[in-house]
Nanobody
Framework: QVQLVDSGGGLVQPGGSLRLSCAAS????????MGWYRQAPGKEREVVAT???????NYADSVKGRFTISRDYAKNTVDLQMSSLKPEDTAVYYC?????????WGQGTQVTISS
């Protein structure tokens, strides 16, 4: 079993920055992908950024150039550095770990961008 604990959300003004962190514990296999998803009110959950076991990263078009995902393989953590935040980035952000076709989720952390 895998447990994910994500944190770091909050209220930030447009143009500001925020860093989300996620710690994974349990049985984590070498070939796993970790990432961040988000869900805004009334919308479906969408992928924000992912990082594979080999270090390959993928970003949603809407966050390219503004967000950076990083992973510590020894500590089983994944962070999301978010900059130049926009009101449309407002959502609940969820940490995700995918291994062998199983998905595990953090509890979610609220990010609100507002002046």
């Amino acid at each position: 079993q895998v447990q994910l604990v994500d944190s770091g959300g909050g209220l930030v003004q447009p143009g500001g920055s925020l860093r989300l962190s996620c710690a994974a514990s349990g049985t984590i296999f070498r070939f796993s992908t970790m990432g961040w998803y988000r869900q805004a009110p009334g919308k479906e959950r969408e992928v924000v950024a992912t990082v594979t076991s080999g270090g390959g990263t993928n970003y949603a078009d809407s966050v390219k150039g503004r967000f950076t995902i990083s992973r510590d393989y020894a500590k089983n953590t994944v962070d999301l550095q978010m900059s130049s935040l926009k009101p449309e980035d407002t959502a609940v952000y969820y940490c995700n770990l995918r291994q062998y076709a199983s998905d595990y989720w953090g509890q979610g952390t609220q990010v609100t961008i507002s002046s």
